[in-house]
């Protein structure tokens, strides 16, 4: 099956600083990696999401890339705010699974002021 | 206003005590799913569901059951509990997962103590 590896596990970054998390899936067959935001005491959220036909998305302050090839995905959050402060979660999923989504373990954000 | 609830949010139960989590979307989502979090280990899918009376077993199913007898209704149930279960659980739905990706909208979460 899917195995989705996620790093860090832990970031601190100061205020206005570039956040990178990365993760990388087993299954060559994996189509779609959507990234997942959960803030403390709350239930993850949709943020942003890539298909494989794609290279590099961006929704203004966070970009997702893919590399197919080397079977990894990138979060990118520029000019961090306290408010980007939360866990952040990759997946990855493929139609043949039912898009089972497989999680990442989480990547701890903190944004110091 | 579209969305997912489970009850309760909360519960503290001890050894072998059955218990049910319900879960429900007013979404008309045919794709339901359970998840449980765990420190480190991010989100497990424990069940999922593709449509009414069709359920399968995702990466953690041992010591769980589920049902689907309505579209809107996904119960997690717990016949046995036992403390490896003490967990935070989820359930999660979306449309029909055979799109080409699509969005999974989670619960407000059930935090589980068993004693």
């Known amino acids: 099956g899917e195995n989705v590896e996620q790093h860090p596990s832990t970031l601190s970054v100061q205020e206005g600083d570039s956040a990178v998390i990365k993760c990388t899936y087993s299954?060559?067959?994996?189509?779609?990696f959507p990234w997942y935001k959960q803030e403390l005491g709350k239930r993850p959220q949709l943020i942003i999401d890539?298909?494989?036909?794609?290279g590099e998305k961006k929704d203004q302050r966070i970009a997702v890339t893919l590399n197919k090839t080397a079977k990894h995905f990138s979060l990118h959050i520029t000019e961090t705010q306290p408010e980007d402060s939360a866990v952040y979660f990759c997946?990855?999923?493929?139609?043949?699974?039912?898009?089972?989504?497989?999680f990442g373990g989480g990547t701890r954000v903190l944004v110091k002021p | 206003e579209a969305q997912v609830t489970q009850n309760p949010r909360y519960l503290i139960t001890v050894t072998g005590k059955k218990l049910t989590v319900t879960c429900s979307q007013n979404m008309n989502h045919e794709y339901m799913s359970w998840y449980r979090q765990d420190p480190g280990l991010g989100l497990r899918q424990i069940y999922y569901s593709m449509n009414v009376e069709v359920t399968d077993k995702g990466d953690v199913p041992e010591g769980y059951k589920v049902s689907r007898k309505e579209k809107r209704n996904f119960p997690l149930i717990l016949e046995s509990p036992s403390p490896n279960q003490t967990s935070l659980y989820f359930c999660a739905s979306s449309l029909d997962p055979g799109l080409a990706g699509v969005e999974q909208y989670f619960g407000p979460g059930t935090r589980l103590t068993v004693t």
């Open positions: 997946a990855a999923t493929r139609p043949a699974a039912g898009n089972k989504l497989t």
């Open positions: 890539i298909r494989s036909n794609v």
């Open positions: 299954d060559s067959a994996s189509n779609y």
